[in-house]
Each structure stands twice: as C-alpha cells, then as structure tokens.
C-alpha cells in the first residue's frame, strides 16, 4: 500500500470537519503542559468544537480549492485546528480566553464564515459574543419597552381606580349631606 492511499482517508476526515465549518482557527499549542491541553480539549468538546492537531501537508490538501485555503500561509511547525460548524466564534473565544491564562497557546490565523483574519483579526472575533448572549441582550432590550410599557398602564389604572373612587366619593357626600338635610 502506497503512502498516498493510507493518508488518504486522513485528507478526506479533515476535509469532512471543515466542509460546512463556520470557523477554523490555527494556534501553536507548543508549550502546553498536558494538564492544559487535557483542559483545553474539554472546553472544546463542551462547546462542540472538534480540537485536533494534524500534519501541515494534510491540510494543506485538504484545504486547496475551499474558502480555508489562505490558512496554508500560516501552517508552519506543529499546529492545532479549532473547528466550528455550529458557533462562528466559540473557538476564536475559547483559544484567547485560554492563551491569557496559558501564554504558550499562540493563535496564527483563522478563516471565520469564509473570511480569513490573521492573529490580531481571530483576537478581535474573540471578542464578539456567542450567538446564544446576543440573542438573550436582543430579547432583554425587547423585553424592557413592554415591561416599562405595561408598569405604566399599571399604574394609570391603578391612579384612574383610584380618581374614580374619590369622584365617587366626591358625588356621594353632597347627597348624604342633603338627606341630612332634610
């Protein structure tokens, strides 16, 4: 068996991950003690992000002719792939957060929904917040209007009651003070 057709399937498994990818982020994990990178990987898995370290020949395979292949620039010495297909920023987040606390993990370059950013472009993506807190920050600013709106019919309510009670009142004592009247 040729060595062509033994990494073949190889080519094909990253080909597979990165097809409908939303994001593949690049990092030097160099330097990682192994209780990080165990770390690291857990964060990943739980963010279903795939995590994996691949030769820079069989990406650069996999990748030629896709939106992923401006990254062949950076593959250059032991590599880790970080890719998404479901959250165009988890793995650009997760890898910053954990480079502050682990200096070693260097970012290199990611290509994020078809466009490639280079270290300084995947920390600023690192900074966009997940779809999930967006969406919550959307629907508590829509949430807020309606709220404030509801409190003040409530309390218009609550005042007309009460204005109506004291008209009511108002009418009622000169007709108790007339049949004392009389």
């Known amino acids: 068996m ?33 209780a990080q990178d165990t770390q690291l990987r857990k964060e990943m898995r739980e963010a279903d992000v795939i ?33 998404s297909k479901t959250d165009a920023t988890a793995p650009a987040r997760i890898l910053a957060k954990f480079a502050k606390n682990a200096p070693a993990l260097e970012l290199r370059a990611g290509v994020v929904e078809g466009n490639f ?7 600023t993506i690192a900074t966009i917040p997940s779809r999930e807190e967006l969406l919550s920050k959307l629907l508590g600013s829509l949430q807020s209007p309606i ?7 409530n309390q218009i309510a609550e005042a007309g009651g009460g204005a109506a009670a004291a008209e009511n009142a108002a009418t009622a004592e000169p007709a108790d003070t007339q049949e004392a009247a009389e």
């Open 147 to 153: 709220t404030n709106l509801a409190r003040v019919l």
């Open 117 to 123: 950013y280079d270290e300084q472009g995947i920390k």
């Open 2 to 34: 040729a060595k062509v057709e033994l990494k073949q399937p190889i080519v094909q498994e990253i080909s597979d991950s990165m097809k409908d990818a939303q994001c593949v982020v690049v990092v030097d994990y160099r330097g990682l003690t192994v």
């Open 51 to 83: 995590y994996k370290v691949y030769k820079n020949t069989l990406v650069t395979r996999a990748v030629e002719g896709t939106e992923f292949e401006p990254l062949k620039d950076v593959l250059e010495g032991p590599n880790a792939f970080a890719i």
